[in-house]
């Protein structure tokens, strides 16, 4: 019916009507689309895509007026200002837990104690019958998925991760780095420079990802980030939040956005209570306090080129829930409650090393835990493992595949200009340094170093520094 009446006269009398009534502009511009149109054929109507499957569309809820009001955001302002690092150090002392790992730091000293944490891991996986990591992914491999054991190769590196020291403003429970006010360990200006001369030789990286400790808090850390912006690359400040507000720091948070700097920042939860149990007292509320700081100055906004994306790992010995799905409720509670904005949420398995190994082990959850990553074993996952793409280099130079075997002191296979060369002057000769090479393309294809830490990494929907891999 409708058809019938839009044809013939009538059609051609409403059209003359409705044209009448334009003026010239308007007239050329209708021109113009249709000359655009009749050009395009097959896309006369781009924006004519709705999906048919109409019982998933939904409307988007108008963002609500956070709960946070003026009077509390200045309290929290006030609150939030001086050093973190007194109230951590307090916490060190009076926690037994920690104590002890000092204690035994001390006594044994931290190549025999790690030693001793990857024997417990192993002996876990004995007492289960499970093989080592490389055995089993052997095992693992099948027609459908494919030989899993050739993909434990270093591709073409994209991406320069720098841990510029240990030192920081906190001592979380779960730190895979045991980082503290009393780490002191920072590099240098020589390797940096040596850094960066590798940088300029190595055309397939395009981002140059930056951590810690705290690494803001490194005396190198403005002018590694600075230069490599310079050298046209992306630049990744891994931010504990809480250092920005730290004494001297007050111009960091500028620096980042002067400089573009992707800030990729921790925070375990968006309640104050989970938060301070895993990272310390008074965290969370410093940590709302920067991030509205890095919001202020655009980082997050939907319109801006100012990238932050936030980090969740969880309190305890179970896997992250979904990526995609915490974004959304983490997105919802703080902007709900407090206004902020950010771009992405990463979800990282706790890695039964270093801190999270002890807080296991002492709970008799070591087994449990390395049972259930085994468990949740994902073949799919080994593909974007960030060890393949990623060199890591250590504060002293040295070079490991990945940060957590850094912390395991486990270096990457020695490269071919090594050779039978001395020891060199700055790392000895245990492992390849930033020193025996000249690119990262001397790296490439060389078998990635591993141990049954790395059940972490492929278990789940799999883990990396930029979250899941599958």
Known sequence: MFRSICRGPVQRSFRYSLLSRLDSTNLASITQLHVCTANNRGSEFPDLNTSVDVHKHKLERPKPTPKITKDELKTLEKDTKGSLIPETLKQMENDADFQMNMENLKKLGQKKLTKEERIKRQRALNDLG??????????????SNGDLYSLLRKTPIEIFQLNIGLYCNQACSHCHVESSPKRKEMMNRQTAEKCLEVLSNSPSIHTVDITGGAPELCSEFRFLAKRSKELGLNVIDRCNLTALLEPGQEDTAQFLADNEIIVIASLPCYSAKNVNIQRGAGVFNKSIQSLLLLNSLGYGKPSSPLQLHLVYNPLG??????????EVKYKEELWDNFGIEFNNLFTITNMPVKRFADFLYRRNELKDYMHLLVRNFNG?????LMC????????????????????????MRKVKSQGNASPNEHTGNRGPSIWDINSTSEVEDLRIVTDSHCFGCTAGLGSSCQGTTV
């Open 388 to 411: 393949r793409n990623y060199i890591n280099i250590n504060w002293d130079g040295k070079l490991f595949d990945c940060d957590f075997n850094q912390q395991l002191d486990m270096p």
């Open 317 to 326: 010995a179970f896997l992250a829930p979904s990526q995609a799905d915490l």
């Open 130 to 143: 499970i093989p080592s990591f490389r055995d089993f992914v052997k095992s693992a491999s099948t027609d």
């Open 380 to 384: 799919n996952s080994m593909e974007g």
